[in-house]
């Protein structure tokens, strides 16, 4: 028996290291080319099933394209409803290794002709840095996939010698749905549908199991492969909670429906094989998974606006507070979480700016107290954000921007901090004490929000600058006028409450500036934006 077992358990092991191998391996190795593809081809709803089927395709992996996907929803790359698209499509390309598995790794014993790749891709891996090591860790992980399909099609046919499912009975929709249910478990205890949809294509290939049992096995992989969206969607954002549930009910009801129409379905993969002069085996199971996740797909792509707005009714908007932009999953992509540290630093600073706005202006909001403390909120969360991010060393840019980021959130945090200082005085701005000085901040609030919309915001940085020099250079003057006397109809104490307000307002400015500057400096590793 335990030639049958161990065979079987190492086979499944290795299948399992070698995909979480290769997938990691791809996506690193592209890099931001697979994010910027997935960002430039959403604008329809069908060029973003296009897109998220060829990214899972590409990347063996559809949760690396869900929390990619998430991520850009949450930076607001992309819109939910794109997303929507994209989560019926990553579904799909999740069943192009069923194909890869049935048309080569089941007809060509590829196990022992991959060897070498494990020895070349781990001396990749070991001997170089940056991409050739990811390459490196993508062929030792293919490498390593093949052997292991070829050891578990070596346990598969000796479990297949001592027993074999195909002789249970298998009648009616009972029998199949304790399968289904079997196929649900598996995947809930491997953890990847890939690995539960493999072992389904060797136990048909060696005779385990007959057609109809495989396929009822392949409809609960795929309905089981959403327990992974639910674990990932826990303690996440609004927008990790809905794309997690939109890919959790597409794949259920497509998966329903393909057990409803169970016999429909079986007629017409036999009828496809019969055209086709092949026997019922594991490519027209991969025909078939194919096919039941298309049939979800021709029915849910119409209906993506209402599909997106039934996730949102589900799942509704929290209080409109800023939590909802960072998310613990994007940690994995560097860029991409840079990226959606970027975007909140923008809202916190663009809100600010706002708030300084009308407190100049004595059209202070009842709840601006509230507000500021939960921009303060946020930035301290914004930076545990972003020293967690581990930038590949190798990479300048990226390393900049995350420098910037936590240079401009010092700035921020210092604003806030004197934000809310102005906010409980009792300073009138509107007297003509204090014009100059506040004439010369508005016109720094002015360059600030434009600086921080412009594409090329250089000649404004300069501009910001220059303000807040001139309000510097005025405050010193107004201090060496209030110490000498030289002012005259105000009190000592008036005097001095003008020179600190004028104070007040010189180091805003400055904060604003440099706030300014570090954000646009940081935009050096930014992801393009979908048009």
């Not at 929709?173 to 060797?202: D, E, F, R």
């Amino acid at each position: 028996m335990l030639d049958v077992f161990f065979p079987f358990a190492g086979g499944l092991g290795l299948f399992l290291i070698g995909m979480m191998l290769l997938s990691e391996g791809l996506v690193a190795f592209a890099g931001g080319s697979l994010q910027r593809v997935l960002v430039a081809f959403t604008g329809t709803p069908l060029k973003a099933f296009g897109s998220g089927a060829l990214i899972t395709a590409l990347a063996q992996s559809s949760t690396a394209t869900t929390v990619t996907l998430i991520g850009f929803v949450s930076a607001g790359l992309i819109t939910f409803t794109q997303a929507i698209g994209v989560v019926i499509g990553a579904s799909l390309g999740n069943t192009a290794t069923g194909w890869i598995v049935a048309g080569l790794g089941l007809k060509i014993k590829l196990g022992f002709y991959t060897l070498p790749l494990i020895g070349v891709g781990a001396l990749l891996k070991l001997l170089t840095k940056g991409r050739s090591s990811d390459l490196g860790r993508a062929l030792a992980g293919l490498g390593m996939l093949f052997l292991g399909l070829s050891t578990l099609q070596e346990g598969m046919q000796g479990l297949a010698a001592n027993f074999s499912f195909a002789s249970l009975p298998a009648g009616g929709y009972g029998a199949h749905a304790l399968i289904l249910l079997g196929g649900v478990a598996l995947t809930a205890v491997l953890q990847s549908s890939t690995a539960a949809i493999a072992m389904t294509l060797t136990a048909l290939d060696a005779g385990t199991l007959n057609f109809a049992q495989a396929a009822t096995m392949v409809i609960g992989a795929s309905i089981g492969t959403t327990l992974t969206g639910v674990l990932v969607s826990i303690g996440g954002t609004i927008y990790a909670k809905r794309t997690a549930l939109a890919y959790i009910l597409f794949n259920v009801v497509a998966g329903l429906i393909a057990f409803g129409f169970l016999p429909l379905f079986l007629k017409a993969v036999h009828g496809l094989a019969s055209l086709l002069g092949l026997a019922p085996g594991p490519l027209m199971l991969a025909a078939f998974h194919s096919l039941f996740i298309a049939v979800g797909a021709v029915i849910f792509l119409p209906l993506t606006q209402r599909y997106a707005n039934l996730m949102r009714r589900l799942i509704p908007d929290r209080a409109r507070v800023l939590e909802h932009h960072l998310d613990a999953s994007l940690l994995g992509i560097p860029a991409l979480a840079l990226e959606t540290s970027q975007r909140t630093l923008e809202d916190v600073a663009k809100r600010l700016f706002d708030l300084y706005g009308q407190a100049l202006d004595m059209k202070v909001p009842r709840a601006a107290d509230t507000d500021v403390s939960r921009r303060q909120s946020m930035l301290n969360e914004t930076y545990d954000f972003v020293a967690r991010i581990q930038v590949p060393s190798e990479d300048k840019d990226m390393s900049a921007q995350r420098s910037a980021q936590l240079h401009a959130i010092d700035h921020l945090l210092r604003l806030a901090h004197r934000l809310q200082d102005i906010l409980a005085s009792e300073t009138d701005f509107n007297s003509s004490k204090h014009a100059e000085a506040v004439l010369l901040t508005r016109t720094s609030l002015d360059l600030a929000h434009r600086a921080l919309g412009a594409v090329t915001a250089d000649d404004l940085l300069r501009q910001l600058e220059s303000q807040a020099m001139a309000l510097a250079d005025q405050t010193r003057g107004l201090r060496r006028e209030v110490l000498s006397g030289v002012i005259t109809g105000l009190d000592a104490a008036d005097a001095l409450r003008i020179s600190e307000v004028s104070r007040v307002l010189e180091r805003m400015s400055n904060h604003i500036w440099r706030t300014c500057h570090y954000l646009v400096l940081a935009r050096a590793a930014k992801l393009p934006t979908n048009t």
